[in-house]
Every structure is written in C-alpha cells, then in structure tokens.
C-alpha cells in the first residue's frame, strides 16, 4: 500500500516544495480564509443590521453589493501595485485594507458610514485575491500549480466556516434594538444592536497578519526577473507599457475579454445563491431555523473545502477546461434540487454537494488566468478579470433579494442555475493550460 513516504504515493509531491514555497501557500491561505471571513461577516449580520435600520431584502443585498462593485478596483489597483512593487507588499496593503475598515463599520452610526466602510473593505478583498494567487502561481512549480491554487481558494470555505462560528456565538446573545450610547469621533449612538458590531469588531484581527508575511515572505523569481528587466528597459515595446494597457493590447485582449465575462457570470452564480445562504436558512421564507440555522453553514462548507482542494488535484491530472466545466454544470442541477429543499435534512444531504461543486469551479480561475496571461501584466490581468467581473457580480445579492422577496427562495435561487450554465460555455472558449511555464513574455 502506498502511503505519503513512497515515491509513487499520493502526497509524495509535498517533499518537492521548499521552505519558500511553503511559507509563499501559508500567507496567500490564511490572507484568503481571513478575507472570506471578513466578506461574509455580514451575510450573518444582515438580519439584524435590516431591522436595525430598517432595511427591505433589496436594500441589504444592495448594500453587500457595494464591498462587491468596489472590489473591481480594489482587483485592478492591486493587480498593478503587485506587477510594479511586488506580490508581497499588495498582499500586505491588501490585508490591512480590508481588516481596519471590517472593525471600523463596527463603529457605524447609520448606512452612509456603513457604505464608505464597506466600500474601503471592497477594495482591500480584491487587492487580496490579486496579489495572494499570483504571489503562489509564481512560486510553486508548474506540474503543482492546480494544487496549490486549489488548496489556496479551500480557504475561502474556511473563512466562510469561521464566520457562521463567530455569528453562531456572538449574534444570539444579544437583544436586536436594546439601546447603548457609545460616543466615537464625536458622534453619539444610541438604539443600536451590538451583536453584528461585536462580529464586525473581531474583523480587524487578520491585520496582525501581515507580521508574518513581511518576516517571512521574498518575491518569486519570476517576478524579480521581470521587474529587473523592466527597470532596465529590456522587455520590449510591448512589455514596457503600461500593464493596464497591455492587457487590452490586441495580443491579450481576447483573454482579458472572456476571463472578465467568465467571472462574471460564475460570481453572479456564486452570490446569488451564498450571499442569501444564511437567511434561506434562518428565515420562515426558507428553512426557518432561526439564527441557530447559521451553524448549518458548516456542513456545507467542508464540502467547499474539499471541492476547492479536488479540483486542484484533478485539473493536474486531466486539464483545467474539462473539470472546470464539470464543476458548473454539476453545480447548476444541484441548486435547483437546494432551492426547493423545505427540510433540514435535504439542506443536510444536499449541502456539502453545493459546497463542493459550488464552490470548487474557484480553483479554476487562479490557475487558467496565470497561464494564460504573461508575467510582465499578470497581477494587473488577474486583479482586473477576476475582480471586474465581482464587482459585475453585484447585481447578485439584489436581484436574487428581489426575487426572493416576491416569489420566495425557490425561485431566487434556482435562478443561478442558468449564469452557471452559461459560464460553462465559456470556459470552453479558453485554451487548455495545463502544466504551461510561466513566461515572462
């Protein structure tokens, strides 16, 4: 029997990575899972901040929809940042971005400043994404690049895990509308619900993060080499423009068009159903099991983890563009049997399924856009496509709120099925990537 010491062992690959590597895989896995649990705090708070402000289903999702339209430039800032000054300081701006602007909506006296907060987090959860997948792509060898991508984005179902925790045991044991008067910056608040604020507070935490990334972390060598390059002038006309341009340059502007509507339509899929998640499970339009509802989150995102973690596995083994698809398509006939789901154990049967497959196809983008776009614009390529197409995704959480509002969660949900449908489509339209070298050209 084969076992992690023989050479033909399933995990006999792990004593081909370095220290470097690993420590490249810990940094990008935890500032991922931090992200996660930062972003979907508030997919549990959103029923309490609704009553505290008096907010319709609508209203909630669209306010989500801000963080998720401003991670588009978050993505591109930070896609830049990371091709000029390194994928190790974007990942470190990125991090303490979204964690300090997470504690502070804490502090929020009404909508407006709750919106400028969320806005800000946007901006540094994109910039993470950009920085983090490119910072392991770039290090790790390229017959192991699916894995470590995969293994990577299981760490959003981590995050989505530790925050139906924190919601779990923090949101409940504290009364909706009791009034505190906590005076910050001058202002005076008072008949506010502590509950989500307390969640929102423990946000700022991934920010001692960056302590262990700026100790221990260096720059791949791919990076290094093209920045030397570039400083000297060597990478050509084309290299040497401006990175945002190069990607729409016409060598690059097919991949940059289909990776964008890509994760367009996989995250439209993706929040539709994972935003309203916890309420379908909580509310009486729903499963209606109350917040205690929330710790059925967990089920469903063990199976995210493994999913995320296959797919690396698999597309090593038979290409990203096959699994890809599988993973979408599979995904679009499980939601349909979730949305109408009415007990708690179809949720139990059918969940870890919808975290596995529903999650999983995330795997993908990381490893297909790195081999598809050069060197010299990859951070500004990944961090535009990925994040353009999030902030597009923010129709989502409204649209999918609306739906639910008039025709119940059935509807709403089963209507991810069809931009799943046709996010498999085109992901055929890419070219099959495995086990590509990173070029600088």
């Given at each position: 029997?084969?076992?992690?010491?023989?050479?033909?062992?399933?995990f006999?690959?792990?004593?081909?990575?370095?220290?470097d590597?690993?420590?490249a895989f810990?940094?990008?896995?935890?500032?991922?899972?931090?992200?996660?649990?930062?972003?979907?705090?508030?997919?549990?708070?959103?029923?309490s901040?609704?009553?505290?402000?008096?907010?319709?289903e609508?209203?909630?999702?669209?306010?989500?929809?801000?963080?998720?339209?401003s991670?588009?430039?978050?993505?591109?800032?930070?896609?830049?940042?990371?091709?000029?000054?390194?994928?190790?300081?974007?990942?470190?701006?990125s991090?303490?971005?979204?964690?300090?602007?997470t504690?502070?909506?804490?502090?929020?006296?009404?909508?407006?400043?709750?919106?400028?907060?969320?806005?800000?987090?946007?901006l540094g959860?994109?910039?993470?994404?950009?920085?983090?997948?490119?910072?392991?792509?770039?290090?790790?060898?390229?017959?192991?690049?699916?894995?470590?991508?995969?293994?990577?984005?299981?760490?959003?179902?981590?995050g989505?895990?530790?925050?139906?925790?924190?919601?779990?045991?923090?949101?409940?044991?504290?009364q909706?509308?009791?009034t505190?008067?906590?005076?910050?910056?001058?202002?005076?608040?008072?008949g506010?619900?502590?509950?989500?604020?307390?969640?929102?507070?423990?946000?700022?935490?991934?920010?001692f993060l960056?302590?262990?990334?700026?100790r221990?972390?260096?720059?791949?060598?791919?990076?290094?080499?093209?920045?030397?390059?570039?400083?000297?002038?060597?990478l050509?006309?084309?290299?040497?423009?401006?990175t945002l341009?190069?990607?729409?340059?016409?060598?690059?502007?097919?991949y940059?068009?289909?990776?964008?509507?890509?994760?367009?339509?996989?995250?439209?899929?993706?929040?539709?159903?994972?935003f309203?998640?916890?309420?379908f499970?909580a509310?009486?339009?729903?499963?209606?099991?109350?917040?205690?509802?929330?710790?059925?989150?967990i089920?469903?995102?063990m199976?995210?983890?493994?999913?995320?973690?296959?797919?690396g596995?698999?597309?090593?083994?038979f290409?990203?563009?096959?699994?890809?698809?599988a993973?979408?398509?599979?995904?679009a006939?499980?939601?349909?049997?979730?949305?109408?789901?009415?007990?708690?154990?179809?949720?139990l049967?059918?969940g870890?399924?919808?975290?596995?497959?529903?999650?999983?196809?995330?795997?993908?983008?990381?490893?297909?856009?790195?081999?598809?776009?050069?060197?010299?614009?990859?951070?500004?390529a990944?961090?535009?496509?990925?994040?353009?197409?999030r902030?597009?995704?923010?129709?989502?959480?409204?649209?999918?709120?609306?739906?639910?509002?008039?025709?119940?969660?059935?509807?709403?949900l089963t209507t991810?099925?069809?931009?799943?449908?046709?996010a498999?489509?085109?992901?055929m339209?890419?070219?099959?990537?495995?086990?590509?070298?990173?070029?600088?050209?």
């Amino acid at each position: 029997m084969s076992n992690g010491s023989s050479s033909t062992g399933l995990f006999s690959w792990v004593r081909e990575i370095n220290s470097d590597q690993w420590k490249a895989f810990y940094a990008a896995l935890l500032g991922w899972t931090l992200d996660a649990m930062d972003l979907l705090l508030f997919a549990f708070a959103v029923g309490s901040i609704g009553k505290v402000f008096n907010l319709s289903e609508f209203w909630v999702g669209a306010l989500f929809s801000v963080t998720l339209f401003s991670s588009a430039f978050g993505g591109a800032i930070f896609g830049i940042i990371s091709d000029y000054i390194g994928r190790v300081r974007a990942l470190t701006y990125s991090i303490l971005l979204y964690s300090l602007f997470t504690g502070i909506s804490a502090f929020a006296p009404n909508i407006a400043f709750l919106l400028v907060c969320r806005l800000f987090l946007g901006l540094g959860m994109g910039g993470e994404w950009a920085s983090g997948e490119v910072l392991v792509a770039e290090a790790w060898p390229k017959e192991h690049r699916g894995k470590v991508i995969g293994m990577v984005q299981s760490g959003w179902g981590i995050g989505y895990i530790l925050a139906a925790v924190l919601a779990t045991l923090i949101i409940p044991n504290f009364q909706e509308g009791v009034t505190y008067t906590i005076p910050i910056l001058g202002i005076t608040m008072d008949g506010i619900d502590l509950g989500w604020r307390i969640l929102f507070l423990v946000g700022v935490l991934p920010a001692f993060l960056v302590f262990y990334i700026r100790r221990n972390l260096d720059e791949p060598e791919v990076w290094k080499k093209t920045k030397e390059m570039r400083d000297k002038g060597e990478l050509g006309e084309k290299g040497q423009a401006f990175t945002l341009k190069q990607i729409f340059a016409p060598d690059l502007i097919r991949y940059t068009i289909t990776a964008t509507v890509l994760t367009s339509l996989c995250m439209i899929a993706y929040w539709g159903l994972y935003f309203w998640l916890p309420q379908f499970l909580a509310s009486e339009k729903g499963i209606g099991l109350d917040t205690k509802g929330y710790i059925w989150i967990i089920p469903i995102n063990m199976g995210a983890f493994i999913g995320c973690n296959t797919f690396g596995f698999i597309s090593d083994r038979f290409g990203r563009r096959p699994v890809f698809v599988a993973y979408l398509l599979t995904m679009a006939v499980l939601v349909w049997f979730f949305g109408h789901a009415t007990t708690l154990r179809e949720v139990l049967i059918l969940g870890p399924f919808i975290g596995f497959f529903g999650t999983g196809f995330y795997s993908g983008f990381g490893a297909i856009f790195s081999e598809i776009f050069p060197t010299r614009a990859r951070g500004t390529a990944q961090g535009f496509c990925y994040n353009v197409g999030r902030g597009v995704s923010a129709i989502a959480p409204p649209m999918i709120g609306f739906l639910v509002s008039k025709y119940g969660f059935a509807t709403g949900l089963t209507t991810v099925s069809f931009f799943a449908v046709a996010a498999a489509i085109v992901v055929m339209t890419l070219p099959e990537t495995k086990g590509k070298a990173l070029d600088i050209e």
